[in-house]
């Protein structure tokens, strides 16, 4: 008989990524509820959303999708 593994941590759904325009190598997992948009990380320290007010997508997915409905 072949054995399973026995982990037993949460499992994780899989998250498709989405690389940003203007920074292809980066991700977008941050928003900007300034602009309603997801952003990447340069974007948020470096790019024209600095100055916004922004949240990794994971802390604001609640607020996220209330703008949706």
């Known amino acids: 008989p072949v054995s399973q593994p026995s982990y037993t ?3 994780k759904a ?4 989405y690389p940003c325009a203007d920074h292809p190598d980066e991700d977008l997992t941050y928003f900007c509820f300034t602009c309603n948009r997801p952003i990447c990380p340069e974007c948020a320290i470096h790019g ?7 949240q990794t997508t994971r ?3 609640k607020q996220i999708k209330q703008l949706l409905v």
Do not use: F, M, S
């Open 9 to 11: 941590g949460p499992k």
């Open 48 to 54: 024209l959303h600095r100055d916004h007010e922004v």
């Open 59 to 61: 802390k604001a997915i």
């Open 14 to 17: 899989y998250q498709p990524t």
